[in-house]
């Protein structure tokens, strides 16, 4: 499935009024029995502190060390010489790889030591050591990995069984449900926020699978593959991306729903990897103006723009100019959702669609293929969310700018889709995987931004751009 993407989030202040009018309304609430408080706090507002203590124990800190290739090219190592002059940062006997940490969360989803967290959090990685909150420290293994929805499961040997937490329905959540977000922000340890779900299903240009919860718990870098909690305790999302035009939380922050996040979680713990359906079409959204000239009485559906020859589709006699209106029964409504819905289908699998050609409703069925494999290298990947926006890839020989989610950093500051990517903090970079080392490297040191030199049409300029990664 083919489409194009990538929808950012703008950020809006909110008056305080705003939020004094609406704790004062949720108050009323619980007061009116909205919601009761099982613990023993007799104000208005219920304690979360019995969630919080029941899933602690199943939240784990995540520390990560990726090695970085210490034997330069000339370049670089004259940059260094320009910083550090005779005394680089690294001794001698790390001349092969010099280690660079990177810290995340996740959470236990089995007794037996499976562990959920972000792919972002652990791609590339040398070695994974896991902390509990009672500073048990155990090394994990990396059991499979999913970059398309940014999601990976990892497994500890444990003497004992561990406590977990399991994956609840995200369908039933709402906006305004309280939520409670577990993780390590900073590297500081367990750490407990809370707050709301403010929306569902937004995109945000983190790819073909885009369909985020927007909390506004606070999290910051660190919580990137912690969870999500409602107040029964259950796993609703797992925390992801921020946005974050400063670098610091902002109250906006996205997470993996649990109910695509669980079915990808149980195909990587019994595979190690996520096998998609794929039907074989290119799809565009629908406004107002193709509603009308195509008869519509709605603006839905995924409107077909090309049909792969060799595909399922084809096969179905799907055509351009076709509208998906619904799968197996289930109305489109947004055209993003289509990818999502038939990914999760398996190969072979026959899907029932419901289509509008020439100003009437028709129905075919077809059977889906395999979509092709991850084309990139878990430790080539640079997370969309981890440069501000952008997605890099590998064309001809060169670094490119393979996505750019409108609204983000990356696209305020002109970068477009096709750029060529020519150096990261004035280190030449040739891979995506050396541009997400040095990044890495940098997140490691602490900065909050990077610096890169990008060529466009033979004329170059530089780019500072912040590393917003949760």
Not at 147 to 170: I, N, Q, R, Y
Not at 219 to 227: D, F, H, L, M, V
Not at 299 to 327: F, M, Q, R, W
Not at 403 to 422: C, F, I, Q, W
Request: hydrophobic share 45%; charged share 20%.
């Amino acid at each position: 499935m083919q489409t194009s993407l990538f929808v950012r989030r703008p950020v809006r202040r909110v008056a305080a009024a705003i939020v004094i009018g609406a704790a004062i309304a949720a108050g009323a609430a619980w007061q009116a029995g909205a919601l009761q408080n099982p613990g023993q706090n007799s104000g208005t507002l219920p304690s979360l502190a019995g969630t919080i203590e029941r899933v602690t124990p199943a939240v784990v800190n995540i520390r990560v060390e990726r090695s970085t290739k210490a034997d330069m090219p000339a370049e670089s190592r004259e940059f260094m010489r320009r910083f550090f002059g005779d005394r680089a940062p690294w001794p001698e006997k790390w001349r092969d790889w010099r280690p660079v940490a990177g810290v995340g969360s996740g959470f236990v989803i089995s007794p037996d030591g499976h562990i959920v967290t972000n792919h972002h959090v652990v791609a590339g990685a040398q070695e994974i050591a896991v902390t509990f909150h009672d500073k048990r420290r155990l090394t994990a293994q990396i059991i499979g990995a999913d970059p398309k929805t940014d999601l990976a499961v990892l497994k500890v040997e444990a003497e004992e069984p561990l406590a977990h937490v399991a994956f609840g329905d995200s369908e039933q959540v709402r906006v305004g449900d309280w939520v409670v977000a577990v993780g390590n922000p900073f590297g500081l340890g367990h750490s407990a926020t809370t707050g709301i779900v403010s929306a569902r299903g937004r995109q945000i240009g983190a790819g073909p699978y885009d369909d985020f919860l927007q909390i506004s718990a606070p999290i910051n870098r660190g919580n990137s593959g912690g969870p999500a909690f409602n107040l029964a305790g259950e796993v609703i999302g797992v925390n992801t991306a921020i946005f974050s035009p400063n670098g610091g939380n902002v109250g906006i922050g996205f997470a993996v729903p649990a109910a695509l996040a669980g079915d990808i979680v149980a195909e990587l713990k019994a595979n190690g990897t996520v096998e998609r359906g794929l039907l074989g079409v290119r799809i565009q959204q629908i406004g107002d103006d193709l509603a009308a000239g195509l008869g519509l009485e709605t603006v839905e559906g995924a409107l077909v723009s090309s049909v792969d020859p060799s595909g399922p589709a084809a096969t179905a006699g799907l055509k351009a100019g076709d509208v998906i209106l619904e799968l197996d029964g289930e109305r489109i409504g947004e055209m993003a959702r289509l990818p999502g819905m038939v990914a999760t289908r398996d190969p072979g699998q026959t899907v029932m669609l419901k289509l509008w050609r020439d100003g009437a409703e028709t129905s075919v069925e077809a059977v889906l293929a395999a979509a092709p494999a991850e084309r990139r290298a878990a430790s080539d990947a640079v997370p969309a969310h981890g440069l501000a926006g952008l997605d890099l890839g590998a064309a001809d020989g060169k670094v490119v700018v393979a996505d750019v989610a409108p609204g983000s950093p990356a696209a305020r500051k002109g970068v477009r889709k096709g750029d060529v990517l020519l150096s990261v903090n004035r280190r030449t970079v040739e891979t995506p995987g050396e541009a997400a080392e040095i990044v890495a490297g940098l997140r490691a040191a602490g900065r909050d931004a990077v610096v890169m030199l990008l060529r466009r049409e033979n004329q170059d300029r530089f780019v500072a751009l912040p590393l917003d990664t949760a």
